[in-house]
């Protein structure tokens, strides 16, 4: 069964949000592939990522090292890409919803405001899904993730 979270950034930035959930990924041994169709974006994910406490290792896909990576940054989360670097993890940062997310074993779309109604249809759909866990997280005041409406 397929996990999709969806992060509802009602107060911080993708980037940031990213370098919390990369981080506590790679805490628990995990791989992540994040994914964004905007190349500015992903220089931005990935200088916040060098920036993060802890120190977040990345680089973007398609280069040699790609195996290495713990966090690798590209524009599709393809099976290559997924492959690269082993990940079971996928963030979609640009709040655009790949079909190919769910070869992962988890998946995150990150959506603020201006992806909202993006991020609902993709959450009736995927309800549609006899194999797919869907979870729902938004921020509070503080900056703390909360799951639930």
């Known amino acids: 069964m397929a996990r999709v ?11 940031a949000a ?14 992540m592939m994040v994914v964004s169709a905007d190349p500015a974006q992903r220089s931005a994910i990935s200088r916040r990522l060098w920036e993060a406490p802890g ?7 398609g280069g040699e ?11 599709a989360p393809g099976a290559a890409n997924a492959a690269a670097n082993g990940a ?18 988890r998946a995150l779309l990150l959506f603020n405001e201006a992806t909202i109604a ?3 249809s993709c959450w009736r759909a ?17 900056g703390r993730w909360r799951e639930g409406p």
């Open 5 to 15: 979270d969806f992060y509802h950034l009602t107060r911080d930035s993708a980037e």
């Open 18 to 31: 990213l370098a919390m959930l990369a981080g506590k990924a790679l805490g628990a041994g995990q791989r």
């Open 55 to 61: 120190f977040l290792a990345n680089g973007e896909a």
């Open 65 to 75: 090292d790609d195996a290495r990576q713990p966090v690798l940054i590209g524009d």
């Open 88 to 105: 079971g993890i996928v963030a979609l940062a640009d709040g655009q919803w790949r079909d190919e997310a769910l070869s992962f074993d």
């Open 118 to 120: 993006d991020a609902r």
């Open 126 to 142: 995927l309800g549609q899904q006899e194999k797919v866990e869907r979870h729902y997280w938004s921020q509070d005041s503080s």
